[in-house]
C-alpha cells in the first residue's frame, strides 16, 4: 500500500514558501500534524502487515505440525505393516520346515514300508518254494513208497 508520504510535497513546499512570514508557524503546524497522520497511517499498516504475517507463520505452522503427525502415523504403520509381514514370513518359514520334516518323516516310513513289503515278498517266495518242495518230497515218498516186506 502506497503511503501520501510525499504530504503533496511539492504543493505544501510552495503553499509554505508562499505564505506570510506570520503563517509560517501555521503551515508548519499544518505540516507537523501532517506527517503525524501518515506515521499513524504508516504504523497501522506495519501492525496490519505484522499481524497478517504472524498469521501466516502460525498457519504455516500449524500445517508443518499437521503434516508431521500424519508423517509419523504413515512411519508407524508401515513399520506395523512391515513387522506383521516378518511375523507372518517367519510363521510361513516355520510351517514350511515342519511340513518338509513331516514329509521327509513320511518318505522314510514309506520306504521302511516298502522295503518291508519286499522283505515280505521275498519271504513268501520262499515259502511257497519250500512248500513246492515239502509237497515233492511228500509225493515222493508216498507214491515210491513200497509195502513193506512181509
Not at 504508516?42 to 497478517?52: I, K, L, P, Y
Not at 514350511?96 to 520334516?101: R, V
Amino acid at each position: 500500500m502506497q503511503t501520501n508520504a510525499s504530504f503533496d510535497s511539492e504543493d505544501d513546499l510552495q503553499s509554505f514558501t508562499r505564505s506570510l512570514p506570520g503563517d509560517h508557524g501555521r503551515t508548519v503546524l499544518n505540516l507537523v500534524f501532517r506527517a503525524a497522520e501518515l506515521f499513524s497511517e504508516m504504523e497501522e499498516q506495519v501492525r496490519a502487515t505484522e499481524a497478517r504475517a504472524q498469521s501466516m507463520c502460525k498457519s504455516a505452522s500449524e500445517r508443518a505440525q499437521l503434516a508431521e503427525r500424519r508423517l509419523q502415523a504413515a512411519e508407524k504403520a508401515r513399520r506395523e505393516v512391515i513387522s506383521e509381514a516378518e511375523r507372518k514370513l517367519q510363521d510361513a518359514s516355520k510351517a514350511l520346515t515342519n511340513a518338509e520334516a513331516r514329509i521327509a518323516a513320511a518318505e522314510d516310513k514309506v520306504t521302511a514300508s516298502e522295503f518291508r513289503a519286499q522283505l515280505a515278498a521275498a519271504q513268501l517266495q520262499e515259502a511257497k518254494q519250500a512248500l513246492v518242495l515239502v509237497e515233492e518230497a511228500i509225493r515222493e515218498r508216498l507214491l515210491s513208497e513200497k509195502p513193506p516186506s512181509v
